[in-house]
Protein backbone atom coordinates (compact mmCIF):
# COMPACT_ATOMS: atom_id res chain seq x y z
CA UNK A 1 0.00 0.00 0.00
CA UNK A 2 1.19 3.49 -1.08
CA UNK A 3 -0.18 6.80 0.62
CA UNK A 4 0.80 10.07 -1.36
CA UNK A 5 -0.26 13.12 0.07
CA UNK A 6 -0.53 16.71 -0.46
CA UNK A 7 -1.65 19.70 0.30
CA UNK A 8 0.30 20.88 2.49
CA UNK A 9 2.10 24.42 2.43
CA UNK A 10 2.54 27.54 3.82
CA UNK A 11 -0.08 30.20 5.72
CA UNK A 12 -0.67 32.80 7.79
CA UNK A 13 -2.27 32.66 11.12
CA UNK A 14 -6.04 31.80 10.85
CA UNK A 15 -5.83 30.36 7.74
CA UNK A 16 -6.33 27.36 6.51
CA UNK A 17 -5.45 24.16 4.44
CA UNK A 18 -6.73 21.06 3.29
CA UNK A 19 -5.08 17.99 3.05
CA UNK A 20 -5.43 15.18 0.94
CA UNK A 21 -3.84 11.88 0.82
CA UNK A 22 -4.92 8.83 -1.26
CA UNK A 23 -3.95 5.37 -1.53
CA UNK A 24 -3.00 2.93 -3.88
CA UNK A 25 -1.57 -0.35 -4.43
CA UNK A 26 -1.94 -3.66 -3.00
CA UNK A 27 -5.53 -2.60 -1.52
CA UNK A 28 -7.83 -5.29 -0.29
CA UNK A 29 -9.16 -3.95 2.87
CA UNK A 30 -8.08 -0.48 4.73
CA UNK A 31 -9.84 0.07 7.48
CA UNK A 32 -8.85 3.48 9.54
CA UNK A 33 -7.47 5.92 7.90
CA UNK A 34 -5.78 9.01 9.74
CA UNK A 35 -3.48 11.56 9.67
CA UNK A 36 -0.70 12.39 12.65
CA UNK A 37 1.49 15.14 12.92
CA UNK A 38 5.28 15.51 13.89
CA UNK A 39 6.93 18.88 15.06
CA UNK A 40 10.75 19.75 14.75
CA UNK A 41 12.09 18.05 18.29
CA UNK A 42 9.14 16.26 19.04
CA UNK A 43 7.25 12.89 18.88
CA UNK A 44 4.58 12.21 16.16
CA UNK A 45 1.62 12.92 17.64
CA UNK A 46 -2.72 11.70 17.00
CA UNK A 47 -4.18 14.64 14.90
CA UNK A 48 -7.54 12.57 13.79
CA UNK A 49 -8.39 9.37 12.61
CA UNK A 50 -11.97 8.09 10.83
CA UNK A 51 -12.82 4.59 10.38
CA UNK A 52 -14.36 3.20 6.87
CA UNK A 53 -17.76 3.17 8.45
CA UNK A 54 -17.46 7.31 9.31
CA UNK A 55 -16.26 7.13 13.08
CA UNK A 56 -14.15 9.82 13.95
CA UNK A 57 -11.10 10.63 17.01
CA UNK A 58 -9.80 14.33 17.42
CA UNK A 59 -6.53 14.82 19.90
CA UNK A 60 -8.77 17.05 22.29
CA UNK A 61 -6.45 20.24 21.21
CA UNK A 62 -7.86 20.45 17.43
CA UNK A 63 -11.30 19.81 18.04
CA UNK A 64 -13.41 22.57 16.41
CA UNK A 65 -10.70 23.23 14.06
CA UNK A 66 -9.71 20.25 12.17
CA UNK A 67 -12.27 17.94 10.56
CA UNK A 68 -10.95 14.21 8.79
CA UNK A 69 -13.40 12.84 5.84
CA UNK A 70 -12.81 10.19 3.77
CA UNK A 71 -13.78 8.77 0.44
CA UNK A 72 -13.94 5.28 0.19
CA UNK A 73 -14.47 4.83 -3.76
CA UNK A 74 -11.30 7.03 -4.23
CA UNK A 75 -9.36 5.37 -1.30
CA UNK A 76 -8.38 9.30 0.20
CA UNK A 77 -8.48 10.39 3.42
CA UNK A 78 -8.46 14.52 3.85
CA UNK A 79 -8.20 16.94 6.81
CA UNK A 80 -9.45 20.16 6.42
CA UNK A 81 -7.76 22.63 8.96
CA UNK A 82 -8.93 25.96 9.95
CA UNK A 83 -8.24 28.89 12.05
CA UNK A 84 -4.43 27.76 11.85
CA UNK A 85 -2.22 28.56 14.48
CA UNK A 86 2.24 28.57 14.62
CA UNK A 87 2.05 25.81 17.03
CA UNK A 88 0.33 24.13 14.12
CA UNK A 89 3.25 23.99 12.16
CA UNK A 90 4.57 20.82 11.43
CA UNK A 91 5.21 17.75 8.85
CA UNK A 92 1.72 15.91 8.80
CA UNK A 93 1.49 12.09 7.53
CA UNK A 94 -1.42 9.83 6.69
CA UNK A 95 -2.06 6.46 7.82
CA UNK A 96 -4.18 3.47 6.21
CA UNK A 97 -4.36 0.38 8.36
CA UNK A 98 -4.89 -2.52 6.24
CA UNK A 99 -5.21 -6.10 7.62
CA UNK A 100 -3.86 -4.33 11.22
CA UNK A 101 -0.87 -2.75 9.78
CA UNK A 102 -0.24 0.70 9.24
CA UNK A 103 1.12 2.09 6.22
CA UNK A 104 2.66 5.79 6.48
CA UNK A 105 2.59 8.58 3.49
CA UNK A 106 5.76 10.23 3.20
CA UNK A 107 4.42 13.44 5.36
CA UNK A 108 3.22 16.63 4.01
CA UNK A 109 4.82 20.18 5.37
CA UNK A 110 2.43 22.58 6.95
CA UNK A 111 4.04 25.61 7.99
CA UNK A 112 1.89 28.68 10.27
CA UNK A 113 3.61 31.77 10.00
CA UNK A 114 3.00 35.42 9.42
Known amino acids: VQLQASGGGMVQPGGSLRLSCEAS????????MGWYRQAPGKQRELVAT???????QYADSLKGRFTISRDNAKKSVYLQMNSLKPEDTSVYYC?????????WGQGTQVTVSS
Open 95 to 103: VAYQYGLPY
Open 25 to 32: GSIFSIST
Open 50 to 56: IANRGST
